[in-house]
């Protein structure tokens, strides 16, 4: 556990790409039926209505990491219903969805868009 959280510390420092940590990560879990498609991974974009823009992309598997990146509590519609992005990123992470699943723009001018490859 503990060489699982330094290589998620490397990544978030900016030590190690997505794909180094992807394969870091990769190679410390033991064998075992993988629950959707190798390699996906989630792409992220926020622009804030206060200039702040941030971009980056991690493996679907890590998709929980990314909620640290975002406002806490955000909440986008999806499809005419209101989803909280943390119970959004788990369901995603847990089925075979691939391609834009959020893009929001709200009335201040904020703009989240969330793609799984």
Known sequence: MEERLRILEML????LSVEEAD??????QPERPSTGPPGRLLRVRFKGQRGEDVKFAVPLALADMVLRYLPKGLRVTVNNQEMDV?????????SGTLGKIVDVTDSRGGHVEIIVE
């Open 12 to 15: 978030r420092e900016g030590k």
């Open 23 to 28: 394969r870091l990560l990769a190679a410390l």
């Open 86 to 94: 943390a119970r959004l990123l788990a369901e995603v992470r847990d």
